[in-house]
């Protein structure tokens, strides 16, 4: 399968990689002036969950860059891992100039898809959520894969969907396929703006680890932000992801945080995946106004995530080690 890549980010880099090494035709479209900082390729320092793979694995992509797309770019499936916030002015340039390929949008949703549908048709994209990351070193990207999920927005199956599909299947990262991918990243979007400002506070996972009061109240936090989706109308009891949030007994909300501290301490894909977690601003403090708005037009009370306001407004972004 011919496959386009917007940029050489984190998330594009890895998930070029593995379905390159899967024998299809990957491009990554880069800025201006990008392309020969790349002429070397990119050395993977991976740690893959993939069954059947070396579990770590140094090596290098040789990957395959341009600046610019030609006339009559033949692409089959073109992935879009961008920020939410960027993914319409994205389309926007490059819908035009791939007409006949579907798209792979493997980013979040907080909005719904009324600005997207104005420029594609639901039938040729997907959303995908990510399963990996990483943070780019001076010697490379050090990164994790695991799977990669995947949905139509309706619950459709249309052919952009079975591409994308196809394409993650022969890379063996085996898609989990969500019948509704907006609820499912509304939850995901929840738990991840939730958790963010208490690790702001703390400055950094293992501080936050420390800080057991910090702890009790990032898991209060994703808890209103998961009000907030189940005041959209999400059912919370069909992700199960969602229930460490909502352990109401000291006892157990002490098991939830040392099943927390326990993942980012020792879980080496759980480190890899949130190494990049405070490095953008602007995406935290987005995730962070987003629910804290929404909230507050459907009336959910929110008071520790209010509480973290001064934190956000704060927040300059950092490297964030492993």
Known sequence: MRVLIIGAGVIGTIYGWATSEAGH???HVVRPG?????AQGVTLNMFDKRQGHEKKNVCRYDIKVVESLGPSSDFEIVIVP???YELVDTLKQFVPQVK???????????HGTKDVDLILPQNRY?????KAGGIF???GLVATISTIDVGQVGGRHDNCLRKSIDLFESADLRPTVRENILHYLWVQYAITGGLWPALVRAGSFEALLRDRQTGELALTAARECLDVVARRGVDLSRYPETRTYYRRS???SQIALMTLKFMFRYSEYAKRSSAHALADAREIRTFYFDLLNTGRELHVDMPVMVSFQLDIEGFQAQGHPM
Request: charged share 25%; hydrophobic share 50%; glycine share 4%.
């Open 25 to 27: 035709d990957v491009v």
């Open 34 to 38: 990008r392309a020969s900082r790349l």
């Open 82 to 84: 961008v920020h939410h």
């Open 100 to 110: 006949d390929a579907d798209f792979l949008l493997l980013t979040q949703n907080w």
């Open 126 to 130: 997907a959303y995908g959520d990510a």
């Open 137 to 139: 070193r001076d010697d």
């Open 250 to 252: 000291f006892v157990l």
